[in-house]
């Protein structure tokens, strides 16, 4: 089983609103990913996290503020959100077991639909 | 950062025919290379996987890698409708569990 989920599948917010992005899986897996997908462009990586613990942030603005209460979720808050953050955010799950194992793969989830008004 | 490069496409062919896919990559040390398929829409679904040198199988799906060229291709036999999708080129970094991608390449299969 290489299923990784994700809620809500669309989310359609204000720049003022509070919302929050779930991600879980039971493979498993240590590490999780968040990314975040334009029209017409590769996933972009936000965050890593490895054994719960923050271990990438690619310089994502503080509005987005990732969680992980344990092995198997993830969560992504997000807060004053901007119109360009419109986008597929994408979660992801590997074994994790650090870039000395290079068959080390990346399973998706279905992704969450954000449009910010 | 290491780069990977795809042809953006469209790539288009009809049914039943041979859809060849390419990627080339910067970083000579890559010792893994995997192929995610998407949908419009959709996330990116894991079609392949290839470590070694030369051919790897699986149903219409081969992946073929060449080291010393540095390039990995997808090739699809007896390309259907349903494969009309972007298929994206990716490569681990690294040290890390990151992934770089390519820009993926469109495919556009006809009836």
């Known amino acids: 089983d290489t299923e990784v989920t994700q809620t809500p599948k669309h989310l359609v917010m204000g720049m003022t609103n509070k919302k929050s992005l779930k991600c879980e899986q039971h493979?498993?897996?240590?590490?999780m990913y968040w990314y975040k997908q334009k029209a017409k462009k590769p996933p972009e990586l936000m965050f890593v996290?490895?054994?719960?613990?923050?271990?990438i942030n690619e310089s994502v603005p503080s509005r987005f503020s990732p969680e992980c209460p344990n092995s198997s979720l993830l969560n992504l808050h997000l807060h004053a959100l901007q119109p360009e953050d419109s986008a597929l955010y994408l979660c992801?799950?590997?074994?994790?077991?650090?870039?000395?194992?290079?068959?080390?793969?990346?399973?998706f989830g279905p992704g969450t639909r954000l449009t910010v008004l | 950062q290491k780069e990977v490069e795809q042809n953006s496409g469209p790539l288009s062919v009809p049914e039943g025919a041979i859809a060849s896919l390419n990627c080339t990559y910067s970083?000579?040390?890559?010792?893994?290379f995997f192929w995610y398929r998407q949908y419009s829409g959709k996330s990116p679904e894991l079609i392949m996987s290839?470590?070694?040198?030369g051919d790897k199988e699986d149903g219409r799906f081969t992946a073929q890698l060449n080291k010393a060229s540095q390039y990995v291709s997808l090739l699809i036999r007896d390309s259907q409708p349903s494969d009309s999708a972007t298929y994206l080129c990716?490569?681990?970094?690294?040290?890390?569990?990151?992934?770089?991608f390519g820009k993926g390449t469109m495919l556009l299969v006809s009836p």
């Open positions: 970083d000579r040390g890559s010792q893994s």
């Open positions: 290839i470590y070694s040198n």
């Open positions: 992801a799950s590997s074994q994790g077991t650090s870039g000395a194992d290079y068959t080390d793969t990346q399973y």
């Open positions: 996290y490895s054994y719960e613990k923050l271990s």
């Open positions: 990716a490569v681990p970094n690294s040290g890390y569990s990151t992934l770089t």
């Open positions: 493979m498993g897996h240590r590490a």
